[in-house]
T-cell receptor
Framework: DAGITQSPRHKVTETGTPVTLRCHQT?????MYWYRQDPGHGLRLIHY???????DKGEVSDGYSVSRSKTEDFLLTLESATSSQTSVYFC??????????????FGDGTRLSIL | ELKVEQNPLFLSMQEGKNYTIYCNYS?????LYWYRQDPGKSLESLFV?????AVKQEGRLMASLDTKARLSTLHITAAVHDLSATYFC??????????????FGTGTLLAVQP
C-alpha cells in the first residue's frame, strides 16, 4: 500500500469554525491531490499540488485553500466551515511527469461533519 | 468541460452471470482509469488504459478503451460475491499534459447475489 496518512480520520465541528485536514506521504511523490466524495457525485477534485509551494484549483475549490511547504505534507483548510462542506475527503498522490501513466493512490479518507 | 457518465448506477446481478459497466466521456483524453471502492474504504486502482483499443484483464474483470467513441467498458465474467463494490471510472482531463487531473464518473454500485 502507498504510504499515505490522512488526519484526522473523523471530525465533527460547527459551522463557521476553521478546519484543517492533513495528508502525509512517505513515497516522495511530486503530485498530491484533495478530493471530496459525495453521494451522486463520485469524487471531485478540490485542489492539487505539483510541487512544494506549487498548487492549483480543481473543480470545486470555492471555500477551500491548500498549502504545501514540504514534499510530504499537503494541507486542506476550510477557513469557515459550512454544512455544504460535510463530506468524505480523500487525499491522493502520483509520481513525476515521467511516471504520469501510473494511477493515483488514495489515502483512507477523512469523514468531516459540519453541524 | 469534460463530463464522465457511468451506467448503470446500480447493478444487481446473480453469481455466475456476466455484465458490462459503461463509461462515456465528453472530450478527448488519452488516459482512463478504473477504481474499486468497498464501503467505507479507500479507492483501489484496477486498470490504467492509455491508448485506443487497450484491453486489460485481471481475474474476472476486463477493461477496454475506445478513444474514438470516448467509451470504456468494464466487463465482469461469472460474477462472484467478492466483486460486490462500487466501481469508478476516471478520465484524465489534462490531455497530453502532466498533471493527471481526473474527472470521476458517479460510480456503479455492484451487488452480486448468491
Amino acid at each position: 500500500d502507498a504510504g499515505i496518512t490522512q488526519s484526522p480520520r473523523h471530525k465533527v465541528t460547527e459551522t463557521g469554525t476553521p478546519v484543517t485536514l492533513r495528508c502525509h506521504q512517505t513515497e516522495n511523490h511530486r503530485y498530491m491531490y484533495w478530493y471530496r466524495q459525495d453521494p451522486g457525485h463520485g469524487l471531485r477534485l478540490i485542489h492539487y499540488s505539483y510541487g512544494v509551494k506549487d498548487t492549483d484549483k480543481g473543480e470545486v475549490s470555492d471555500g477551500y485553500s491548500v498549502s504545501r511547504s514540504k514534499t510530504e505534507d499537503f494541507l486542506l483548510t476550510l477557513e469557515s466551515a459550512t454544512s455544504s462542506q460535510t463530506s468524505v475527503y480523500f487525499c491522493a498522490i502520483s509520481e513525476s511527469w515521467r511516471e504520469r501513466n501510473q494511477p493515483q493512490h488514495f489515502g483512507d479518507g477523512t469523514r468531516l461533519s459540519i453541524l | 468541460e469534460l463530463k464522465v457518465e457511468q451506467n448503470p448506477l446500480f447493478l444487481s446481478m446473480q453469481e455466475g452471470k456476466n455484465y458490462t459497466i459503461y463509461c462515456n466521456y465528453s472530450t478527448t483524453s488519452d488516459r482512463l482509469y478504473w477504481y474499486r471502492q468497498d464501503p467505507g474504504k479507500s479507492l483501489e486502482s484496477l486498470f490504467v488504459l492509455l491508448s485506443n483499443g487497450a484491453v486489460k484483464q485481471e481475474g474476472r474483470l476486463m477493461a477496454s478503451l475506445d478513444t474514438k467513441a470516448r467509451l470504456s467498458t468494464l466487463h465482469i465474467t461469472a460474477a462472484v460475491h467478492d466483486l460486490s463494490a462500487t466501481y469508478f471510472c476516471a478520465v484524465d482531463m489534462s490531455y497530453g499534459g502532466a498533471t493527471n487531473k481526473l474527472i470521476f464518473g458517479t460510480g456503479t454500485l455492484l451487488a452480486v447475489q448468491p
